[in-house]
């Protein structure tokens, strides 16, 4: 089994800081009001150790935003993989529910390679297998059902001439 592109951290980063600011957003809703009155007791009220509090709470914040979202990068990317086998597409990934997709070469119909700005800078491409039968909705309009989001440039280009070519000779050199 292949792994991704080490680009991929980023991507995976990015999107557990997303996903750690909306969690820590809505727990605060129910931490603060319990968290508040301990700190006037512990304190006491004045206006610089309202401030400090203050401040502390967003330090305290943003380096948990940090963590949540570094954790969640390095177990997304170890957890990832892809492997192109004599009939199909498998892929195994997430963290804590574990998810395994075949994608037989005959159901291919098209395969599309994106570069987005972060990729072009760490240079590398996802890879959008579009299959027969497949229909469901993602970020940004259709999802498809074989989606590796971080490969080297030249092994995007490789990946995608290898099915073209599986999706010709498996259809009669159309």
């Not at 931490?31 to 709470?57: D, E, M, T, Y």
């Amino acid at each position: 089994m292949r792994q991704l592109h080490p680009g991929a951290r980023w991507l995976f980063r990015i999107r557990g800081y997303f996903g750690a600011i909306f969690l820590l957003f809505f727990l605060s809703w129910f931490i603060f009001p319990i968290l508040i009155p301990i700190l006037k007791l512990i304190v006491g009220v004045n206006a610089s150790s309202i401030i400090w509090g203050a401040l502390l709470g967003l330090a305290f914040y943003i380096i948990l935003i940090i963590l949540i979202a570094e954790i969640y990068a390095r177990m997304s990317y170890n957890r990832w993989f892809y492997e192109f086998t004599n009939t199909n597409l498998k892929i195994e990934r997430g963290i804590i529910w574990k998810r395994y997709s075949n994608v037989p070469y005959e159901r291919v119909q098209n395969v599309d390679i994106r570069r987005g700005i972060l990729a072009r800078m760490l240079g590398f491409s996802s890879v959008m297998i579009q299959t027969a039968g497949y229909s469901a909705y993602g970020r940004g309009g259709m999802a498809v059902e074989g989606y590796i989001p971080a490969v080297n440039q030249e092994e995007a280009e490789q990946i995608r001439d290898f099915l073209m070519h599986k999706i010709t000779k498996s259809k009669g050199g159309i």
